[in-house]
C-alpha cells in the first residue's frame, strides 16, 4: 500500500486497536467517534490465539475469521452507519471472543456525529417516482430478496483495502443525498453515482463471490457481490451482467457493462457498499 492510500485511510478510519492481556479487559470502555454514513475499522489484536470473535453493532451480529501474522493474531471488521436507518448519538460496540481458555467481552461506545448532505431534485418517469399498484407486489419482492443478501454474513473475508473504483467516471451523485422525485420525498442516495456510459466495463471492487444478479424495478439490471465478513458491493443500472450467481471474481474483474435501467436520469453506474447490513460512503475506501 503506497504512502498516500495509508495515510489517507488512517485519516479516515477509526482503529479500535485492543491487547487482550488486559487484566479487566471486560471492563474495557472506550469512546471514539464517526460521521452518519461514513465506514471505520474494528481490528481485535493479540499476542494469544483468538476463536468464535463476534461482533454486534446496531442490533446485528457478525462472527469474524482471525489472521496470524508478524507473531500476533488480528480479526478485522469494516463497520459503519446507514444514512437511512441510523442516528446520531451513541452506539454501542460489542467484541466478544475466545481466549486462553474463557470467553471475553468488550464493550466500547461509538460517538456518532451528524452530517448535513445536500439535497437533490430528480425529474424521472412519473412511474418511478409513484409505482403503479399492479408493480407493488414486484418491488416487495424484489426489496425483501435484497435485503436478504446485503444482511447475509459470511465468516470468509476475501476484501483488502484500498477498493477498486468500479469505473473511471466522475461522481455524479454523492452518499447521502436527500432525494426528491418529481416533487415528492424519496429515500437517501445510499451509494455513489459515477458518470459511465452506455457499455462501459464495470469492475468488482474486491474479491469475493457474486450472490444476487437480477433485473429489478428501480435498481435495473443488478449485480451484488459477497466480500465476506458482512461486506457487499452491489453495481446497479447495467445494461449487462457478465457473471452468474455463486461465481468467484476477483478484484478489478469486469462483471458487467454500465447502462441506464431501471430508475436512472441517465447512463451512469450507481455503486453501493453495505456494511453488516448497513450502506455506507464508500468514497473513503477506494
Known amino acids: ?41 474494528m481490528r481485535l489484536v493479540s499476542p494469544y490465539p483468538l476463536t468464535d470473535v463476534t461482533v454486534r453493532w446496531l442490533n446485528k451480529e457478525g462472527p469474524l475469521n482471525v489472521a496470524f501474522s508478524e507473531g500476533k493474531y488480528e480479526a478485522s471488521m469494516l463497520l459503519g452507519t446507514d444514512v437511512k436507518d441510523t442516528g446520531p448519538g451513541v452506539h454501542e460496540l460489542i467484541v466478544i471472543y475466545h481466549e486462553r481458555g474463557k470467553f471475553w467481552t468488550l464493550r466500547h461506545d461509538v460517538k456518532v456525529e451528524p452530517k448535513s448532505y445536500q439535497t437533490q431534485e430528480l425529474k424521472v ?19 425483501k430478496l435484497v435485503r436478504d443478501i446485503i444482511n447475509a454474513v459470511t465468516l470468509r473475508r476475501h476484501w483488502e483495502l484500498p477498493l477498486q473504483r468500479p469505473v473511471n467516471g466522475i461522481v455524479t451523485s454523492p452518499y447521502g443525498f436527500k432525494r426528491i422525485y418529481n416533487g415528492t420525498p424519496g429515500n437517501p442516495h445510499r451509494g455513489i453515482d459515477f458518470r459511465a456510459a452506455v457499455g462501459t466495463p464495470v ?27 458482512g461486506v457487499i458491493s452491489c453495481y446497479m443500472h447495467l445494461s449487462e451482467i457478465s457473471v452468474k450467481e455463486g461465481q468467484f471474481v476477483q478484484k478489478g474483474e469486469v462483471i458487467a457493462l454500465s447502462g441506464q435501467t431501471g430508475r436512472a436520469t441517465g447512463p451512469h453506474l450507481h455503486f453501493g457498499l453495505y456494511l453488516l447490513g448497513n450502506a455506507v460512503d464508500p468514497a473513503s475506501l477506494f
Not at 489517507?8 to 477509526?14: A, G, N
Not at 488486559?22 to 452518519?36: M, S
Not at 418517469?125 to 426489496?143: D, F, H, N, W, Y
Open 203 to 229: 469492475k468488482c471492487a474486491a474479491d469475493g463471490v457474486v450472490s444476487l444478479t437480477g433485473d429489478h424495478y428501480f435498481g435495473g439490471k443488478s449485480v451484488y457481490v459477497d466480500h465476506g465478513n
Open 125 to 143: 418517469p412519473q412511474a418511478m417516482a409513484t409505482p403503479p399498484k399492479e408493480v407493488l407486489e414486484r418491488i416487495e419482492k424484489e426489496s
Open 1 to 41: 500500500m503506497n504512502k498516500k492510500i495509508k495515510n489517507i485511510l488512517y485519516s479516515t478510519f477509526i482503529t479500535i486497536l485492543v491487547l487482550s492481556t488486559l487484566a479487566e479487559a471486560a471492563e474495557l470502555k472506550c469512546t471514539y467517534a464517526t460521521r452518519l454514513g461514513e465506514p471505520f475499522l
